[in-house]
């Protein structure tokens, strides 16, 4: 019986006869909420005079996720604004994930892909211009930074990021440390205003009917 028996080193005792460090990321939890509730108004001001720039994306409310189990690491999530539909994908997601960082995040795939990404080399400067990353995965729904998930910009070529764009999806990110705490709403929205930039390449008057060329049709980790 004594074989049997499952053991707990000296560290995972004292951790389950302390009920803080729980009871502390249970805070730290709420506070990203509400955090994320003020950015997604925040973001909705930005978007007041857009009009129908994102017609047939949900623009009224974000929706905020959580889970357990990132990298083995607790996360949480704001996408707005977004459309979620089979290889047919619209997401601008801000994400704090444990241990970590917050990043955000411009996810297109199909008609969104199509309608918004065709002028690479204005694009491509922008993103270089402004620090972001490019994913290079051929899987859509990872989100670290690792390299062989996020290459700097400004670490390819514009060669490259063609042969990126004809992709499937395409992901552009940029992340700030959780030591950053106090400034990252200020950076997470100064991505979104980025993001917005680069939306608006190909359609520069958000006045106008967005879709001449490309009719628009309308998960989580």
Request: some cysteine; overall charge negative; aromatic content about 14%.
């Amino acid at each position: 019986m004594d074989s049997a028996k499952i053991h707990l080193s000296a560290e995972e005792q004292r951790l389950i006869s302390n009920t803080e460090w729980i009871l502390t990321k249970h805070t730290i939890i709420k506070k990203v909420y509400e955090m994320f509730g003020q950015i997604n108004d925040m973001m909705k001001n930005e978007l007041s005079s857009f009009d129908h720039f994102f017609e047939n994306i949900q623009c009224l409310n974000g929706k905020i996720t959580k889970g357990e189990n990132y990298g083995l690491l607790p996360y949480i999530i704001l996408d707005y604004p977004y459309h979620f539909e089979k290889n047919n994908v619209f997401a601008i997601r801000t994400m704090f994930w444990w241990g970590n960082f917050f990043s955000i995040t411009l996810h297109l795939s199909g008609e969104h892909k199509i309608r918004f990404i065709n002028n690479t080399s204005a694009h491509f400067l922008l993103l270089k211009n402004n620090n972001f990353f490019v994913c290079v995965n051929n899987e859509e729904w990872q989100h670290h930074f690792d390299e062989n998930n996020y290459k700097p910009a400004d670490k390819i070529t514009e060669m490259e990021y063609k042969r990126i764009i004809e992709q499937p999806f395409l992901k552009i990110a940029k992340q700030i440390s959780l030591k950053d705490w106090d400034v990252a709403p200020a950076f997470i929205i100064g991505g979104f205003k980025e993001i917005l930039e680069l939306l608006q390449i190909n359609y520069p008057d958000d006045k106008k009917d967005p879709s001449p060329a490309s009719p628009i049709t309308g998960s989580d980790l």
